[in-house]
């Protein structure tokens, strides 16, 4: 069958949906990417900024209970209401910034370390070593992070310290597959051959040439992780699990709201909110950096690492 | 096929039998002595060495381990503190909520998903493109709970709906199926967004193929090129993708299992974590963590029996 050729939109049938072939597709889809790139890492910034200044920002204590002023909706002297006790949700969300971030970070960088350094080491050397450890690692991954924190809390007991700790052990396995993956293809390149047959030792190999052209897939990974990281020590905030109160987490406040989600709905509300403003711009600049970072994948833009 | 098929089931045995290990760990993990942190502050001397030796927690630490999957394998986690039944048992009185939990948000991203993600590849950098992969990256950014509480704001209080907790009266399945509707909307919003992504990408590797270039070749339309040729391909890399994020699933519902007050193996856990009840979180977790395994090696037989490159 073929269709009429429409009058004044004749490409329209010609380039349905392959892969932007031309030159002008690829730069459109690589603008879009960049988009995502600069729209993701300035709304991080911006929580950043917030987490620094949280000191500054914050309008109130944020746990102090002041219960003359309890659950009134957003004013001018409240920004985003106060809860039950009448603290400041405002100002307890900017402090939360900061639990939020400070856990990503050091789970992000922990997990990082540690599983990145399985990798290389497993990808590297290969063999029986590569095999145990990928059938643990993949055996790891098939449990749902959450479900792996919420074990490791269930025994250690709820602390700030206990979080990360969860949810670093939690995220290990994915950046070792990940690294693997990287190494494996790294090992065979020329310049990692010639460094072998000048005679390199395996630490300086690994150091000087194999661990520095793995960096990209793991800065994408990192990324994407610290997004989930973020949801993961919300969620064990929510349940209870987490920091315990009354420090301000993101997941704290949305608890706290939970019990008065009909008359102030402001509390679980815009506590939420500030964590999918968050989650998201973490999410938009890992899309775009894998997609800058990585030429193979450019517009695909995919779950390959998720 | 028989390799093939015997990696798997090494791979699932490999899996439960971590799972029986990181169950092991929780208890490992506590600081102190188990027995006295299950139960509490006020327990007598006799109490403690009582539940000491009922444990085994005398005997080295490797035979506890082995002693522990020994039993685990027989279904015998101990009893539950708080019920005095056994663990194993108080599971599947809670297991069947968490299944229809679980199924319905599948049911529900899949019905989502799968239709945005196939549209997104068909119009790959155009405007409706941008517009379904940016509300799918939005879902996946919002965490589940908070979604089901906004549902429960918008559809029970506001609008009156829905109902806004619990399960359900027992037996009546049109209340059942009442009581589920908003826990698998927010569980299947959430987890659509991720199916979207991964069918959009699944279509797009398969839209790139030479067979697609051919059937444009022969002047098909762009509807019978994706309907017939893309998706039969895309099919089965998307049905393994949401087999394989049957994991997520099982713990978004631990989040939407608190969120509605739905009585399930999530809620138990979180309970029966509150509570100490470590025989009873064990076994919870060894359940949960099975379930998961088998689904995974169970769609990627189904895979390879249907695919026959994946095999060598």
């Known amino acids: ?306 | 096929m028989k390799r093939f098929l015997l990696q798997r089931l090494s791979f699932l045995a490999l899996s439960v039998f971590g799972a029986f290990t990181i169950a092991f760990l929780v208890m490992r993990l506590i600081p102190g002595d188990p027995a006295q942190v299950m139960l509490g502050d006020y327990a007598t001397k006799e109490s403690i060495a009582r539940l000491r030796e009922t444990l085994g927690l005398e005997r080295p630490v490797w035979m506890q381990y082995v002693s522990f999957v020994g039993r685990a394998l027989q279904g015998d986690f101990g009893q539950s503190l708080v019920t005095q039944r056994p663990a194993f048992y108080e599971v599947f009185s809670v297991f069947a909520p968490t299944m229809q939990l679980a199924a319905a948000g599948a049911l529900v991203s899949m019905l989502l998903g799968i239709p945005a993600g196939i549209l997104a590849a068909a119009r790959r950098n155009r405007p409706l493109d941008y517009v379904t992969t940016t509300l799918a990256l939005s879902g996946m950014s919002m965490p589940v709970f908070w979604l089901g509480l906004l549902l429960l704001f918008l559809f029970s209080f506001t609008l009156g709906w829905t109902p806004t907790i619990g399960a359900g009266a027992e037996g009546g399945w049109l209340s059942t199926l009442h009581h589920l509707l908003l826990p698998a909307l927010a569980l299947g919003l959430s987890l659509g967004a991720m199916v979207t992504r991964m069918t959009r990408s699944a279509m797009l590797e398969v839209i790139r193929q030479d067979y697609i270039r051919t059937a444009r070749a022969k002047g098909l339309t762009e509807l019978l090129i994706i309907a017939k040729h893309a998706l039969r391909n895309a099919a089965l890399p998307i049905l393994t993708i949401i087999g394989i994020n049957f994991g997520i699933q099982l713990g978004g519902t631990i989040l939407v299992e608190t969120v509605f007050a739905r009585p399930g193996m999530g809620s138990l856990l979180i309970s029966s974590i509150y509570q100490r009840d470590y025989p009873q979180v064990q076994a919870l977790v060894v359940v949960f963590a099975t379930s998961i395994v088998l689904v995974n090696v169970a769609v990627d037989v189904l895979y390879a029996a249907f695919d026959p490159r994946v095999r060598a």
Request: net charge neutral; aromatic share 4%; hydrophobic share 55%.
């Open chain 1, 1 to 306: 069958m073929t269709a009429p050729i429409a009058v004044g939109a004749p490409v329209e049938r010609a380039a349905p949906a392959p892969a932007p072939s031309g030159l002008v597709g690829r730069m459109q889809a690589r603008l879009r990417r960049s988009v995502a790139c600069l729209v993701g890492g300035t709304v991080l910034a911006a929580v950043i900024a917030v987490a620094l200044l949280a000191p500054v920002l914050a309008t109130h204590d944020p746990i102090a209970n002041n219960l003359a002023d309890r659950l009134q909706p957003p004013s001018r002297a409240h920004l985003f209401g106060t809860d039950d006790f009448g603290r400041d949700v405002w100002s307890r969300v900017v402090w939360g910034a900061r639990v939020s971030l400070e856990v990503a970070l050091i789970v992000v960088g922990v997990a990082a370390v540690g599983g990145a350094g399985v990798g290389v080491v497993s990808g590297y050397f290969g063999g029986r070593l590569d095999l145990v450890t990928m059938r643990v690692v993949d055996m790891m991954l098939a449990f749902p992070a959450l479900l792996l924190a919420l074990a490791v809390m269930a025994g250690l007991g709820s602390s700030l310290l206990n979080v990360i700790v969860a949810v670093a052990v939690a995220f290990l396995p994915r950046f070792a597959r990940v690294q693997r993956a990287v190494t494996l293809t790294v090992r065979e390149r020329e310049f990692v051959l010639a460094a072998v047959a000048l005679g390199g030792t395996h630490l300086r190999v690994l150091a000087r040439h194999v661990i520095p052209n793995c960096l990209a897939p793991v800065l994408v990974m990192m990324t994407v992780s610290a997004a989930d990281a973020i949801l993961v020590e919300s969620s064990l905030s929510f349940l209870g699990l987490g920091v315990q109160p009354p420090a301000p987490t993101w997941g704290a406040v949305i608890s706290d709201g939970r019990s008065f989600l009909q008359n102030a709905p402001w509390i679980s509300g815009l506590s939420g909110a500030a964590i999918m403003v968050t989650v998201l711009g973490l999410n938009l600049l890992g899309d775009g950096l894998r997609d800058l970072l990585d030429p193979t994948l450019r517009g695909e833009g995919e779950e390959a690492v998720r």
